[in-house]
């Protein structure tokens, strides 16, 4: 049979199980990415050389260089310097690092859009940057850049079966054992695409709505209660 939906529905509870995994590392490792962004953007805009010269290097390094690269370097070359980590650990922190490098770009893309005479009437206000970034700059900068934060969260959750790599039990990883087990890699291999399918389908969807909801809380701060 080409599909047998008794084995399907017997190997369904443990995608599910593994589907939550998959879900944790890309939470995870998109709040680390999105956190880390801002900071690597607002540190690369810096007036002192000694800041933004650094901080643009390491940004093009990790842009540079594969994301499976650098997972394999924090999970196995950390340990060398002493510093060991789990393999949900080391994969998140490295899907982090790679995507917090992209989105330091988009970040600073919007950053950089922001009139200058709002940074001088800042300045006229005798405003701290740290207030200055809080309450004047980062509320303009982020709402243009979500549709491009959102694609990256995309494509970090298409990037999770590279943690297979470092042997975290993931949707693949997962599907690929049940398989080599079964000897039926049809079932378990399709609902793998269905999921992945589904949830950037649902992420491309909360996305807009959260998109349009900062659009109207922008256009009209008073009425976004």
Not at 15 to 31: D, K, M, P, Y
């Amino acid at each position: 049979m080409f599909w047998d939906w008794g084995y399907t529905l017997e190997i369904m509870p443990t995608l599910l199980r593994a589907s939550l995994i998959t879900l944790q590392a890309t939470v995870l490792g998109f709040l680390l990415a999105a956190s880390l962004g801002l900071v690597l953007a607002i540190l690369r805009m810096s007036q002192s050389r000694w800041v933004s010269l650094p901080t643009g290097a390491f940004v093009e390094f990790v842009r540079s260089t594969p994301v499976l690269i650098q997972i394999f370097f924090i999970f196995f070359v950390f340990p060398e310097f002493g510093i060991v980590l789990p393999a949900m650990v080391a994969g998140v922190i490295a899907l982090g690092l790679h995507y917090g490098a992209y989105c330091s770009e988009v970040y600073r893309a919007g950053l950089e859009n922001i009139p200058k005479g709002q940074w001088e009437a800042s300045v006229a206000l005798n405003l701290s940057p740290y207030v200055t970034f809080r309450d004047i700059i980062i509320p303009q900068a982020i709402p243009p850049v979500v549709p491009a934060l959102g694609n990256y969260l995309v494509a970090l959750f298409k990037e999770t079966p590279l943690l297979s790599a470092i042997a975290v039990l993931e949707l693949m990883q997962t599907a690929k054992i049940l398989g080599s087990q079964s000897f039926r890699y049809v079932e378990p291999i399709t609902i793998v695409g269905l999921f992945f399918l589904v949830f950037s389908l649902i992420a491309a969807a909360l996305i807009r709505q959260v998109e349009a909801w900062l659009n109207r809380s922008l256009r009209n701060p008073g009425g976004a209660r």
